[in-house]
């Protein structure tokens, strides 16, 4: 699969899943919603109801910023099977600009960020290595 596939595959994808791991390399998993800009996946904090604010994966980030993204898709037929998987390194986005503008791209892509928009911390990964298989 080529980087325009790739591409094509996670801009088509609806859901994907963050891996962090914490200072000690304990991994997280969680699924994200997410908009790509260029060279930057993004994702937000959004209102959905969570046991606190003070999330696993943003402290992951925070004491380790290699995070992974994976976008997969799964069916019977195995010779349609793929995925990507994005490496990059994170980061909370302090600049203003760069939040509203990552924000606008999440609403672009999730009707539900067009009603309420995500009120928590957005996150920037700046995206170093695409990867992918395919079973086709």
Same mark, same amino acid.
């Given at each position: ?35 790509? =800009? @260029?060279?930057?996946l993004?994702? *937000?904090?959004? +209102?959905?109801?969570? #046991?606190? /604010?003070? &999330?696993?994966?943003? !402290? ?16 019977e ?8 998987r994005? =490496? @990059?390194?994170?980061?909370?986005? *302090?600049?203003? +600009?760069e939040?509203? #503008?990552a /924000?606008? &791209?999440?609403?672009? !892509? ?27």
């Open positions: 699969m080529d980087v325009t596939a790739q591409k094509q595959r996670m801009s088509e994808a609806r859901v994907a899943r963050l891996a962090t791991a914490d200072a000690e390399g304990r991994p997280h998993i969680v699924p994200i919603t997410f908009a790509i =800009d @260029g060279d930057t993004y994702f *937000a904090v959004d +209102a959905k109801p969570k #046991r606190t /604010t003070d &999330l696993k994966r943003l !402290r992951n980030i925070a004491a380790n910023p290699a995070v992974s993204v994976l976008v997969d898709h799964y069916e037929d195995w010779s349609r099977l793929w995925w990507v994005v =490496d @990059g390194t994170a980061r909370i986005i *302090a600049d203003h +600009a939040a509203e #503008r /924000t606008e &791209l999440l609403a672009g !892509r999730y009707p539900q960020y067009r009603t309420a928009r995500p009120e928590g911390p957005i996150v920037g990964i700046s995206i170093e290595r695409i990867s992918a298989w395919s079973g086709a």
